[in-house]
């Protein structure tokens, strides 16, 4: 398995005005990751809006990353709802330098499994890096079997699944993560997301966590990586626990309204920072996002 | 109420290959819709791939749209999921001389029921035609309420909604177009969606129906839509139930891969003509499509 499939990718948000990438906070919100010994940083993931900026926007982005990451790993994000496009940014990805790239299958009409077959393979034909299969049905509207993450995992260049939350029960989480693995090769690792899931998926047995909490607040998240990580399951659970109130705001207000938040009220980033129809939280959402934070 | 929004309105496929819209076969199948007498032609639906294509191939489209359609109205999709492209594609549908525009709220993140209002508070601001608003959960998975239909249909230019299938018994069609009825201007025309509810939704009191089997069969289409209209129940049930081979199909494989075997079967369009990753019918599949329709 490769080493750069491990511990924790942090997930930077990509602020931005109606008008232009703030790249500036965008690159700041990199080093900072660089600094902090992540053990890699995944731009234009969902958190790094990467579905709402134009071809030109994302190759531009993933530069930035790649620069500002200083030597980190960087996975870039390369979803699009059209095969040609996925194809461009893969390209785009590879000579900005990503260490990898992160595809999730976008749908507008309903896809069947062998339609997100044959994109992977088309995609993973053309690679020459990495590939993490992102599995995220709350945005892609895609559901993929266990069957189906088999058959993708055994194409080139598929070195990670990047899977929802694992059930809280730990029996459960260990069952759900056992299943996968008796159906991929042993050399594809796998990532949990959902960061309130976290703890349980790394006790569970997955390889590393991909955070959006992270993205903002590496050091907590760095901790209880390596607490689970190295099997320290009452300090990673313990730790997940200090965080409660943040995943319960994830719940409530979408893990991505919340970071952006957390950014703009620690000065990383100026407000407005999404795209709109995206709206911040203003008003008393805000209000109470920041009294949980205090 | 504009005449604008009234009786059959044809949905078009965009025919493609991997490098570029079939410009021929797209301009063929709209004269066709004009010379079959359809009251309007909706361009860059979602039968109409719009989601899929670049900022200059719809703007391509739209053009050649208006152009083909010689007369017959013309209401251009503009959906996208960032409101800045949203607003580049209605300025291109007006400049090239869009009757009105259509326009759902795509969704990557899940939107807030105010952040999908603020979008079409932001477009319509923007407009100097009408627009039709497009409530489509199946590929938007974003879930309109009456009330929020009632609060968006408030807004300047808003003349239309295209609602999803109304329910099969007729009294339950009928409370649904009548409590929406009851939530929106007089002026805001209902359009009724779901190829197999056509007749249902109509005898219901909306006031024209938003069809994809027109786009390619637009006679059976018509004869369903003006019996309708006229009130004669059992022509138009007749006549919607002859077609229910065609709504068994498109239940099992979606309407879009459906028509577009249609298409290449009657030789307007080649094949494939889909954007990948949606792949046409092939083998077991075309198979059984070509049989119903045989």
Known sequence: MTGLFTGLSAFPLTPMTEQRIDEAAFTGLVARLHQSDVDSIGALGSTGSYAYLTTAERRRVAELAVQAADGTPVIIGIGALR????????????NAGASAV????????PLTDDE????????TAELS??????????????????????????????ASIKIPPTPADPAAARERVDRLRRLIPDTVAIGVSGDAAAAGGLL????????VLAGVWPEPCLALARAAKRGDADEA????????????????????????AIAEREGLVSAPNLPRPLLGLTGADLARVNEVLR
């Open 204 to 211: 569970a047995g997955a390889d590393l966590w991909y955070s």
């Open 129 to 158: 890096v990495p590939l993490c299969v992102y599995d995220n049905p709350g945005t892609t509207h895609f559901s993929f079997s266990d069957e189906l993450h088999g058959r993708i995992a055994a194409l080139p260049n598929v």
């Open 116 to 123: 997100v077959h044959q994109l992977y393979a088309d995609v």
């Open 83 to 94: 095969t040609v496009e996925v194809l461009r940014h893969a390209e785009n990805a590879q």
């Open 237 to 260: 659970r313990r730790l997940s626990d200090e965080l409660a109130a943040v995943w319960t705001l994830f719940a409530r207000y979408g893990s991505l309204r919340v970071v952006a």
């Open 102 to 109: 992160l595809l999730p299958p976008m749908s507008y009409q």
